[in-house]
Structures are given as C-alpha cells and as structure tokens.
C-alpha cells in the first residue's frame, strides 16, 4: 500500500509497469485512509494510534 503518490512519482510507477502490477486498488491519498483500508483487509490487526496514547 502507498499513500500520497503522486504526480511524478505515480508516472514514474506507470512508466516501468509497476503500477499496473501493484494495483491501483493499493494507492491512497493519505496515511489515514491507507490505514482505515488495512485494517479492513487485516481484522486481526490491533491498532492503537500513536496520537491517542496517554503517558503515565
């Protein structure tokens, strides 16, 4: 999964075939989302948000 490619970097992935073989059902436009998306794929996954932890 890659988030925030863009521009060059996405023509330069289509340029060499390596978009097409890493899907473009892999590519998000933040972090969040890209995380959202893994953890739907990955049920079993444990998140916790390093912005949402409190220290003792």
Known sequence: MLCRAQGPVKD?????????????????????????????INADVTWEDWE???EA
Not at 12 to 33: S, Y
């Open 12 to 40: 330069k992935l289509k340029k060499f075939g390596l978009l097409a073989q890493l899907g473009e059902n892999n590519f998000f436009p933040t972090i969040g989302v890209a995380v959202a998306r893994y953890l739907e």
């Open 52 to 54: 949402d932890r409190t």
